[in-house]
């Protein structure tokens, strides 16, 4: 895969993305791709924002108390009558399947990734 254009370090500053715990993990069936209607807890004034991912590597009960990094300010999208309001981080492993990018170390609830 090609590296995208340049980007300035303001538009990455733009992004709010942050640490949270997955909370709950629901089946999505009416997905076009094999996904979850997954919650996730950021504590404090955010809260719990929900998220459909395509992260179906993944047993529901695997992920419930995972920590995942999410893009928490991108505008709502509506997914098959489901209102996604987060972007949970992923990564293709070599199977092609996404793997999400989680911390090795406990981190507050909600911290900032900078």
Known sequence: MPIKPEASYEAFQQLDIRIGKVSE???FPRARNP???VAVDFGGDIGIKWSSAQITRYQPD???GKTVACVINFAPRNIA??????LIMGAHNE????????TESPVINGGEIF
Not at 95 to 100: N, R
């Open 81 to 86: 009558g489901f209102k996604s309001e987060i």
């Open 62 to 64: 695997e992920l419930i």
């Open 25 to 27: 993990v629901l089946p």
């Open 95 to 102: 199977a092609k399947e996404v793997v999400v990018l989680t």
């Open 35 to 37: 996904s979850y209607k």
